[in-house]
């Protein structure tokens, strides 16, 4: 018998050796677990900002790195000067990730944020943008 017949007519795996413990976590991992269920979309999302532009008549485009969370069009940010530490509200009007227009970013993306309202001398390197929760950052 050749190698590419033991690994075409292999057996499965004999589990007798594992814990119930141990077999309950497997059956989760191969049945239930879903990488994306970890993330709460609706919850907490932070953005560092490494420069930031100025469309006339729209706002400013922060560029930066999502450290965590997911951002969509539409939310309701609080940037927070990482200098002074004052904070100002304002509104995600538009996300651009590569050259492309998209709805929504999550945590590891770089992009870029439209803020609606807001003027190049608000916003500077290492300011931190934070999605707002119900009242609440």
Do not use: H, W
Not at 12 to 18: A, H, L, N, V
């Amino acid at each position: 018998m050749g190698l590419l017949d033991k690994f075409l007519n292999k057996k499965p795996k004999d589990d007798s050796f594992m814990t119930d413990d141990e077999r309950e976590l497997r059956e989760y991992e191969e049945n239930e677990y879903r990488p994306e269920s970890r993330v709460d979309e609706s919850g907490y999302a932070e953005f560092i900002v490494e420069d930031c532009f100025v469309i006339a008549g729209r706002g400013a485009v922060v560029v930066g790195t999502v450290t965590g969370g997911t951002f969509r069009t539409g939310d309701m940010v609080k940037v927070e000067a990482s200098l002074s530490g004052k904070s100002f509200e304002t509104q995600i009007t538009g996300i651009e990730e590569f050259r492309k227009t998209v709805s929504s970013v999550s945590e590891g993306a770089k992009a870029g944020l439209l803020l609606k309202d807001v003027r190049r001398d608000q916003v500077s390197r290492n300011d931190i943008v934070k999605k707002m929760i119900k009242n609440k950052i």
